[in-house]
Antibody, heavy 116, light 106 residues
Framework: QVHLVESGGGVVQPGTSLRLSCEASGFDFNNYGMNWVRQAPGKGLEWVANMWFGGTSENYADSVKGRFTISSDSSKTTLFLQMDSLRVEDTAVYYC?????????WGQGTLVTVSS | DIQMTQSPTTLSASVGDRVTITCRASQTISNWLAWYQQKPGKAPKLLIYKISIPESGVPLRFSGSGSGTEFTLTISNVQPDDFATYYC?????????FGQGTKVDI
């Protein structure tokens, strides 16, 4: 059974940092593309970043490029999103999602609130 | 960036109706177009990938079609469980982008 469980969300002030984690189980983490997708309150979905096959390549949305870093710890099957220089507009539920056919497996999400 | 524009934004339907949601891309994309269903407070669920291939376990009343810049999701014989928000997504060109969503309600 595939499971993705996000953690690390919380309330932080603008300009600070936060690291999200996504613990994966039930599949070989290194054989898929892994993604972060966010959803601001009451808004639509926004793809944030991805990495392929355990870290061979990374891609980012323009809105987070240079501030967010996606990484993985393959030995622990965990995906990370390091978020620096956070802005109010980064407030959202952050989901990790596996890319196979489409984004076929999702976690339950973790809420990040950036507020002064 | 490729902009994905869905229409309509909201759609009122009744059980048994046939509904169609359109997704237009700002430039031609290949086969890398997916549709998702999302219910309040829940993660999205993949319905269709590569324009028209249903994900395993998805009811046959959901179908996708299209090419180039125009794509559609059709729900035939709408069921009570189908009232939700639907998103298209292109994963042809980075940054991958979603449509703004279409809410299907009663």
């Amino acid at each position: 059974q595939v499971h993705l469980v996000e953690s690390g969300g919380g309330v932080v002030q603008p300009g600070t940092s936060l690291r999200l984690s996504c613990e994966a189980s039930g599949f070989d983490f290194n054989n898929y593309g892994m993604n972060w997708v966010r959803q601001a309150p009451g808004k639509g979905l926004e793809w944030v970043a991805n990495m392929w096959f355990g870290g061979t390549s990374e891609n980012y949305a323009d809105s987070v490029k240079g501030r967010f870093t996606i990484s993985s710890d393959s030995s622990k099957t965990t995906l990370f999103l390091q978020m620096d220089s956070l802005r109010v507009e980064d407030t959202a539920v952050y989901y990790c999602a596996r890319k196979y056919t489409g984004f076929d497996q999702w976690g339950q999400g973790t809420l990040v609130t950036v507020s002064s | 960036d490729i902009q994905m524009t869905q229409s309509p934004t909201t759609l009122s339907a009744s059980v048994g109706d046939r509904v169609t949601i359109t997704c237009r891309a700002s430039q031609t994309i290949s086969n890398w177009l997916a549709w998702y269903q999302q219910k309040p407070g829940k993660a999205p669920k993949l319905l269709i990938y590569k324009i028209s291939i249903p994900e395993s376990g998805v009811p046959l009343r959901f179908s996708g079609s299209g090419s180039g810049t125009e794509f559609t999701l059709t729900i035939s014989n709408v069921q009570p469980d189908d009232f939700a928000t639907y998103y298209c997504q292109q994963y042809d060109t980075y940054p991958w982008t979603f449509g703004q969503g279409t809410k299907v309600d009663i």
